[in-house]
Nanobody, 123 residues
């Protein structure tokens, strides 16, 4: 079983920045498509950002474009989500997800999930 562990969440003021990290237990992380999702109170889990196994294709949810950046370090088996200019609407539990193939926004197609890291944004 693949284990994903998120870190980097916390409390930040509006306009501040955080960098989330997701570390994988997989031996070959470079072969996985990765994505970040988030779930706010009273909301369903939604897609935030993701990219293909090679990192050659990247996509973002419209509300975070220009503010968030997804990246990965295969040697460290880690995927990052740099979040800048945070807004109250960004407050949520953020989850990383992985699969043997990049599945974009399709939540149900990802095989592995982390436990989430909480991001709180004060207005």
């Amino acid at each position: 079983q693949v284990q994903l562990v998120e870190s980097g969440g916390g409390l930040v003021q509006t306009g501040g920045s955080l960098r989330l990290a997701c570390t994988s237990s997989t031996r070959t992380f470079s072969n996985y498509g990765v994505a970040w999702f988030r779930q706010a109170p009273g909301k369903e889990r939604e897609f935030v950002a993701g990219h293909s196994w090679s990192g050659t294709f990247t996509e973002y949810e419209d509300s975070v474009k220009g503010r968030f950046t997804i990246s990965r370090d295969n040697a460290k088996k880690t995927v990052y989500l740099q979040m800048n200019n945070l807004k109250p609407d960004d407050a949520a539990v953020y989850y990383c997800a992985a699969a043997g193939y990049y599945h974009g926004r399709s939540i149900g197609r990802y095989d592995f999930w982390g436990q989430g890291t909480r991001v709180t944004v004060s207005s």
